[in-house]
């Protein structure tokens, strides 16, 4: 403990101001989850985040459940480049001026994510664990837990497979020292609300996910839900659960096409305009 507080290596700052300002960042052997709707950007969050980790010099391993690791090595390269879109990459507009530069991009993305073991194939939560066992990474993100098979579950309901799934990833960080960001999905009750913004009943298996995870965070892109009211620029974080923090909800900087984050909606709009 003493050692801990000398040096502070139980924090790991997520690299953004808005969300360290909440408990400092994250604290290895512990557990932060994020949620979100559809389209609200918490995939394109957990991207940032991977980069901005391995930027300050973490080891990180990301599980890709939902996504292939392509597609999400196309989030890296537009977030390396300046002239690209998703979009792009996503419907493959791609002559040669924009081949080469993907060719270029590629080089430097693969010394920025030396230290990514990155996923796509792992279906169960014991192999999982056992990757993070034998890898014994600073930071483990998982998108999203919904897809995580448990064996042996002898058909119980989700909600206690869930619960045993954060109960693990608790003990395996515990255990090897490390954080975990998990990626939630958001139950359908939220589409019947006229009250848009998530909260923490809006969890899928909401009860195992309160109980277990020291930092609950969703991801609130307005533009999405009514283009007239927000700005395009902006999307909100929500902290509903912060253990060593504040509550509240944090205004961040979003750039879709370009799959970026930014500490605040003025520095997005700079960005934009600079690339135009």
Avoid at 117 to 135: C, K, W
Wanted: with cysteine; glycine share 8%; net charge negative.
């Amino acid at each position: 403990t003493v050692e801990t507080l000398k040096t502070g290596s139980n924090i790991i700052p997520f690299g953004y101001k808005p969300l360290d300002n909440i408990a400092g960042g994250m604290t290895r052997k512990e557990i932060t989850v994020i949620g979100g709707r559809p389209g609200h950007g918490k995939t394109t969050l957990t991207t940032n985040l991977t980069l901005s980790l391995l930027k300050q010099g973490y080891k990180v391993m990301l599980f890709n459940r939902e996504m292939s690791n392509s597609e999400m090595m196309k989030k890296f390269f537009v977030m390396g480049s300046d002239g690209l879109s998703y979009q792009d990459l996503r419907v493959g507009d791609m002559d040669d001026g924009r081949m080469q530069n993907i060719e270029i991009i590629a080089d430097e993305v693969k010394e920025q994510l030396k230290n990514l073991i990155m996923y796509d194939d792992i279906r169960t939560l014991g192999d999982a664990i056992r990757e993070i066992q034998r890898e014994k990474p600073d930071v483990v993100i998982d998108d999203y837990i919904q897809l995580v098979k448990v064996k042996n579950a002898n058909n119980k309901d989700r909600r206690f497979e869930i619960e045993d799934i954060l109960t693990e990833y608790k003990w395996v960080c515990k255990k090897e020292d490390c954080s975990a960001i998990l990626v939630s999905q958001l139950n359908r009750e939220i589409e019947k609300r006229l009250e848009p913004r998530p909260k923490m009943s809006d969890f899928s298996e909401s009860g195992a996910i309160e109980q277990t995870a020291e930092t609950a965070l969703f991801v609130f892109y307005g533009y999405n839900f009514d283009d007239e009211k927000y700005d395009k620029h902006e999307i909100e974080v929500i902290c509903d659960k912060a253990r060593y923090g504040k509550v509240g909800t944090y205004v961040m900087g979003f750039n879709g096409s370009k799959c970026k984050f930014y500490n605040n909606g003025e520095e997005a709009k700079k960005h934009a305009k600079d690339l135009q």
